[in-house]
T-cell receptor
């Protein structure tokens, strides 16, 4: 069965510093991979997705993620975080049956 | 453009009571789904639908029923509420293919006493 692991429950980063959030998945075939962000009072929003092609994908708000098949990873990165990036981030993997399996989330805390 | 509308936003039930969480979308999306979100567990799929008249179970369907009589509406019914169903519930929709992004409602916070 497919699964998604986000090893970090929370991460604290200084404003202006770089960010990497980790995501590892278990899936037999080529997965559909997503990163969503959940901000207080704003619901869940898609940051980026990967399903084929270039393994480095660009998303909204300056985020990018790299699919590494050999490591079963899809880590999210941002070169310089802003205070408004404080939120909870979820990685998800989709299968061919329209089901998404979600990681437990990583809460991002920004230090001024 | 309303998007995905969930009602109510908050609900308190007693054990054994039944209720329906409403979800409606105005984007003509074929795919609709219900998730529950619990601390430390991410989102878990309860039920989903790929079109009117078609529903299927997700990861955690027990204790919940759904129906999809129209493209727009996808209500979630709790038949006999239990404290284990205390959670935040999200409805989501998309155009239908898995590589399309999900549009989420604002959530329903449910407490079962």
């Amino acid at each position: 069965a497919q699964s998604v692991t986000q090893p970090d429950i929370h991460i604290t980063v200084s404003e202006g510093a770089s960010l990497e959030l980790r995501c590892n998945y278990s899936y037999g075939a080529t997965p559909y991979l997503f990163w969503y962000v959940q901000s207080p009072g704003q619901g869940l929003q898609l940051l980026l997705k990967y399903f084929s092609g270039d393994t480095l994908v660009q998303g909204i708000k300056g985020f990018e993620a790299e699919f590494k098949r050999s490591q079963s990873s899809f880590n999210l990165r941002k070169p310089s975080v802003h205070w408004s990036d404080a939120a909870e981030y979820f990685c998800a993997v989709g299968d061919s049956n329209y089901q998404l399996i979600w990681g437990a989330g990583t809460k991002l805390i920004i230090k001024p | 453009n309303a998007g995905v509308t969930q009602t109510p936003k908050f609900q308190v039930l007693k054990t054994g009571q039944s209720m329906t969480l409403q979800c409606a979308q105005d984007m003509n999306h074929e795919y609709m789904s219900w998730y529950r979100q619990d601390p430390g567990m991410g989102l878990r799929l309860i039920h989903y639908s790929v079109g009117a008249g078609i529903t299927d179970q997700g990861e955690v369907p027990n204790g919940y029923n759904v129906s999809r009589s129209t493209t727009e509406d996808f209500p979630l019914r709790l038949l006999s509420a239990a404290p284990s169903q205390t959670s935040v519930y999200f409805c989501a929709s998309s155009y239908g293919t898995l590589d399309e992004k999900l549009f989420f409602g604002s959530g329903t916070q449910l407490s079962v006493l």
